[in-house]
C-alpha cells in the first residue's frame, strides 16, 4: 500500500490571481457537483415536508403521534445506510475518480427518487407492503446521497483556483436553492388543491419533478475533467482503511463539525409538520418560512464562503455556533407564545441564517482537514456519521420531546446541545489541527 500523504493543504494554498480558464472550470464545477446535490436534498425536504400526508396514506390505522413518528423513523433509517454508501462511494472516488463516483451517485438517486414518486399506498398494497416500499426507497436515496456530499464537495473544493471557501459554499447554496423548490412545491400544492387531489396525486409531483432532474445532472457530469489534485495524488489500496487507521481523529471531528449544520436544516424541515401538529396552523404555514429560509441560504451563504476565505473557515463557525445557541430557546418561546404564520417564517428565516453561516464554511474546513489521497472518504463518512447521529432522527426526536415533555419548546433544548458540541468540536479542531 503506498504511503500515507499527511500534508494537508489550506484554503490559503494558492495565492495569486486565477486564469481565466481555471475560473471558467471552477464555475463548470459548480454546476456539476450542485444538480447531484440539488436533487438529494430536494428529495429529501420534500419527503420531510410532506411528512403529515405520507404518515396518512402509508399508515392509516396508526394514531396520529405513532403514525409520524414511523414516517420520521422510516426517513431515519435511510441514514443508517449512508455511513455504508459513503465507505464505499468514498472509497471508490479516491481510487478511481471523483467523476466517475459522481456519476454513480446521481444515477442511484435518481432511482431513488422515482420509487418514490411511483410508491402504492397502504390502501393499495396494504400497510406492510406500502411500508416496505417506502423503506425500500429511502435506503436507495440514502445510500446515494452517503457518497453524494463527500465526493461533489470534494470534486468542487479540488476544482477551485482559489479561493476553495467560496467555491465550496456553493454546495450548501444550492441546499437552500433545494429548499426553497420543495417549500414551494408544499406552498402551492397545500394552497392551491383540495385535500383529496392532494392526497390522490398531488403529494407525488415533486417526486417526478426530481427524478427528471437526474439525467441532465448525469450529462453534465459525463462531460467534466477529473481534477488535477486527484490525478497528481498517490493512490491508496485501502482509502477507508488509511482514514480510519491514520485519521480517525480527523473523522470524528468532521462528524462533529457537521452537527449544528444538520439540526439546522431538519428543524427548518420540521416546522412544516410543528405548524400543522402543534401550533394548529394551516398547512401553508412551515412552507413560506422555508422558502425565504431558502432564498437565505441561497444568496448569503457564498458570502458567507468569501468572508471564510479571509478569515478563516472555523473562526467564522465559531460565530455561528455561538449564535445558534444564544437565539434558540428564545425564538421558540416567542413562537410558542405568539403561533402564527408571520413569527414562524420569521423562526424560520433566522434559522436558515445560523444554518447558511455555520454551514456554509464546512466545505473549506473539511478541505483543509484531510489529505488528498483520503479526502473523499473522510469527507463523505464524516459527513454522514455527523447527520446520522445529529440530523435524520431530528424530526423523530423533536416529535418524541414534545409529546414526552408537553412543553412545545422541547426541541430548542435538543438544537443548544448540538450547538454545543458542535462549538466544543470546532474549538478543538483549531487547536489540534492547526485550522483558521
Not at 435511510?78 to 481510487?95: H, Q, T
Not at 451517485?105 to 420509487?115: D, S
Not at 482559489?162 to 459554499?169: E, K, M, N, T
Not at 489529505?371 to 472518504?377: A, Q, S, W
Request: glycine share 10%.
Amino acid at each position: 500500500m503506498a504511503s500515507t500523504n499527511h500534508h494537508v493543504s489550506t484554503s490559503h494554498d494558492r495565492p495569486g490571481e486565477a486564469s481565466p480558464e481555471a475560473v471558467t472550470k471552477a464555475r463548470k464545477a459548480v454546476v456539476a457537483s450542485s444538480i447531484g446535490n440539488a436533487l438529494e436534498w430536494f428529495d429529501i425536504i420534500v419527503y420531510s415536508s410532506f411528512a403529515v400526508v405520507i404518515s396518512e396514506l402509508f399508515f392509516p390505522e396508526v394514531s396520529g403521534f405513532a403514525a409520524l413518528m414511523l414516517t420520521f423513523l422510516t426517513f431515519a433509517v435511510s441514514y443508517l445506510i449512508r455511513p455504508l454508501g459513503a465507505a464505499v462511494i468514498g472509497s471508490w472516488a479516491d481510487r478511481h475518480g471523483r467523476k466517475r463516483a459522481l456519476s454513480m451517485t446521481i444515477l442511484t438517486m435518481m432511482v431513488g427518487t422515482g420509487l418514490m414518486a411511483v410508491a402504492p399506498t397502504a390502501a393499495v398494497v396494504g400497510p406492510v407492503a406500502a411500508g416496505l416500499w417506502l423503506l425500500a426507497s429511502r435506503l436507495v436515496q440514502g445510500f446515494s446521497a452517503g457518497g453524494e456530499f463527500g465526493t461533489a464537495t470534494t470534486f468542487l473544493v479540488e476544482s477551485a483556483p482559489d479561493r476553495r471557501a467560496f467555491y465550496g459554499s456553493w454546495q450548501v447554496a444550492t441546499q437552500g436553492a433545494a429548499m426553497f423548490l420543495a417549500s414551494a412545491f408544499g406552498f402551492g400544492l397545500t394552497t392551491f388543491l383540495s385535500r383529496e387531489a392532494l392526497y390522490t396525486w398531488g403529494w407525488r409531483v415533486p417526486f417526478f419533478v426530481g427524478m427528471l432532474i437526474g439525467p441532465v445532472g448525469w450529462y453534465i457530469r459525463r462531460k467534466m475533467d477529473e481534477t488535477a489534485d486527484f490525478e497528481h495524488a498517490e493512490k491508496l489500496d485501502s482509502p477507508l482503511g488509511s482514514t480510519v487507521s491514520t485519521h480517525l481523529g480527523r473523522l470524528l471531528a468532521a462528524a462533529g463539525a457537521v452537527a449544528l449544520a444538520s439540526i439546522s436544516v431538519y428543524l427548518i424541515l420540521y416546522m412544516p409538520t410543528f405548524a400543522v401538529k402543534s401550533l394548529d396552523l394551516p398547512g401553508y404555514a412551515g412552507f413560506l418560512g422555508g422558502m425565504i429560509a431558502g432564498v437565505v441560504t441561497l444568496v448569503g451563504t457564498p458570502f458567507v464562503g468569501r468572508l471564510a476565505d479571509r478569515v478563516g473557515p472555523a473562526r467564522v463557525m465559531t460565530v455561528a455556533a455561538v449564535a445558534g445557541l444564544v437565539v434558540a430557546w428564545p425564538l421558540f418561546q416567542l413562537l410558542v407564545a405568539v403561533p402564527t404564520v408571520a413569527v414562524l417564517t420569521v423562526v424560520q428565516v433566522v434559522f436558515g441564517a445560523v444554518m447558511a453561516s455555520y454551514f456554509g464554511p464546512l466545505p473549506g474546513l473539511y478541505h483543509d482537514l484531510f489529505p488528498t489521497n483520503v479526502r473523499t472518504t473522510g469527507m463523505a463518512v464524516g459527513y454522514n456519521l455527523g447527520v446520522l447521529v445529529f440530523g435524520g432522527f431530528a424530526g423523530a426526536i423533536f416529535t418524541f420531546l414534545i409529546d414526552r415533555t408537553g412543553s412545545l419548546s422541547a426541541p430548542a433544548f435538543y438544537f443548544m446541545a448540538v450547538a454545543a458540541l458542535s462549538l466544543v468540536t470546532i474549538t478543538l479542531c483549531r487547536k489540534r489541527f492547526h485550522l483558521a
